[in-house]
């Protein structure tokens, strides 16, 4: 309808396993999904610090904010 993403920018928290070994292939999965380079897509990682359901493993957050321009 007009509109497409400029860029991306995802935070996933837990605890295990470890992302950062495999965001490089989680860009290169998203990009041409949302038909952007893989330059557009920031993936970072972090834990909770073993705090709340988080840190006892029980579950993730994730959140992802994405800047969208009229075409």
């Known amino acids: 309808r007009g509109w497409k993403v400029g860029n991306v920018d995802c935070t996933v928290c837990l605890e295990r396993p470890k992302v950062n070994p495999h965001i490089d292939a989680m860009k290169k999965v998203l990009a041409p ?5 893989e330059e557009d897509v920031s993936i970072k990682a972090t834990t909770n610090e073993k705090l709340g359901y988080v840190g006892r493993e029980e579950g993730v957050n994730a959140s992802a ?3 969208i ?3």
Do not use: E, R
């Open 69 to 71: 321009m009229k075409d």
């Open 33 to 37: 999904l949302m038909n952007i380079s």
């Open 65 to 67: 904010v994405a800047l």
